[in-house]
């Protein structure tokens, strides 16, 4: 089993342009979810999702859409990137036994010039 | 609202002495916590949580709800226990994680 795998690794994007991040698992989770992660703020949430078709906002969603059209994958969107938007994004899944581990992919490290 | 409290960016300690990563959290209900860590240049992964009342590679963690913390703790500190620790809080009946702000760990030889 891969896991949770992200696509891609890196990406440098001009301010304005627009890029979508790829996450999978083979787990057959249900549960997803995408994050940043900032010097000094730890892993905020930007949006999850708890089903195929379904997504909610997190505690940062603002610039961004996700999408979850298949139960292994959860795309996470950004329409017209800022500079803000630099950070190293990670995914993450879960499955709905009770134990509530999150399994986190191995990140996205995104700049915005 | 909920938090997550790490209070420390960076302890450093050397190898054998021991270890206290602190964890401070807000929640008026009945937490579970965790604790990720993050080696380097690998991928977040679970610890230990609370719950469970293990000891993982050395660690453990208590949840006293008195002072609303779960601290980590080690007693020998080793080099490979270097790396980023992230305490973090479920709400009952959520979904989601409130991740605090991480603690680093280095330990010298």
Redesign the interface.
Known sequence: NAGVTQTPKFRVLKTGQSMTLLCAQDMNHEYMYWYRQDPGMGLRLIHYSVGEGTTAKGEVPDGYNVSRLKKQNFLLGLESAAPSQTSVYFCASRDTSGYNEQFFGPGTRLTVL | AQRVT?PE?LLSVFKGAPVELKCNYSYSGSP?L?WYVQYSRQ????LL?HISRESIKGFTADLNKGETSFHLKKPFAQEEDSAMY?CAL?RSNT???I????TRLQVFP
Do not use: I, P, V
């Open positions: 790490q960016k579970e965790f991928r977040l992964q679970l949580r992230y479920r979904d989601k994680l991740f605090g702000t991480g």
